[in-house]
Antibody
Framework: QVQLQESGPGLVKPSETLSLTCTVS????????WSWIRQPPGKGLEWIGY???????HYNPSLESRLTISVDTSKKQFSLKLSSVTAADTAVYYC??????????WGQGTLVIVSS | QSALTQPPSASESPGQSVTISCTGT?????????VSWYQHHPGKAPRLMIY???KRPSGVPDRFSGSKSGNTASLTVSGLQAEDEADYYC???????????FGEGTRLTVL
């Protein structure tokens, strides 16, 4: 059973970079796709992007200019960096395993607040 | 890319059935057999309940079923149980650029 755990700062200042890491356990990070999804307070879910274990990534066009997703297979981790954040980036951020066009395993999510 | 349209809430009594709709366009729901549904109890990890319109992952009760007609997909929960009370989100593949679009979510209450 694959398990995912998000980690990172819960508070980020406006204009700074939001950085999160997802640690994979109970399964291999290799040969799989890994994704980030977020949910602003009171709103629906938004797909952020995904990465293949080889490092090939695909981003939501609306976030692409500020976004970097990377993977470290030796640590069984993948990461999210979102630059120049504003209050609109305040959300619960989830990491998930992507299979085809769906997400079969998710982390519990971590709340990131953008505030000075 | 606009979010898929779901009713904000649904409710039904234990043992009864409820259907949650998910309406998109021909560019997402109507264009692909790639609708999935997720159950989310607040504070917990979302759980995949249905993928590719009507397939159930191992461990998901057969009380949960999915279907699609045109631009609208549906999730039906039969024999409602108290633990089914949760938020439910649909998603659909929306092409290689946008990948997936999510529904706005439906809060299911078991009366």
């Amino acid at each position: 059973q694959v398990q995912l755990q998000e980690s990172g700062p819960g508070l980020v200042k406006p204009s700074e970079t939001l950085s999160l890491t997802c640690t994979v356990s109970g399964g291999s990070i290799n040969s799989n796709y890994w994704s980030w999804i977020r949910q602003p307070p009171g709103k629906g879910l938004e797909w952020i992007g995904y990465i293949f274990y080889s490092g090939s990534a695909h981003y939501n066009p609306s976030l692409e200019s500020r976004l970097t997703i990377s993977v470290d297979t030796s640590k069984k981790q993948f990461s999210l960096k979102l630059s120049s954040v504003t209050a609109a980036d305040t959300a619960v951020y989830y990491c998930a395993k992507k299979t085809g066009t769906y997400f079969d395993y998710w982390g519990q999510g971590t709340l990131v607040i953008v505030s000075s | 890319q606009s979010a898929l349209t779901q009713p904000p809430s649904a409710s039904e009594s234990p043992g009864q059935s409820v259907t949650i709709s998910c309406t998109g366009t021909s560019s997402d729901v109507g264009g692909y057999n790639s609708v999935s549904w997720y159950q989310h109890h607040p504070g917990k990890a979302p759980r995949l309940m249905i993928y590719e319109v009507n397939k159930r992952p191992s461990g998901v009760p057969d009380r949960f079923s999915g279907s699609k007609s045109g631009n609208t997909a549906s999730l039906t929960v039969s024999g409602l149980q108290a633990e089914d009370e949760a938020d439910y989100y649909c998603t659909s593949y929306a092409g290689s650029n946008n990948f997936v679009v999510f529904g706005e979510g439906t809060r299911l209450t078991v009366l």
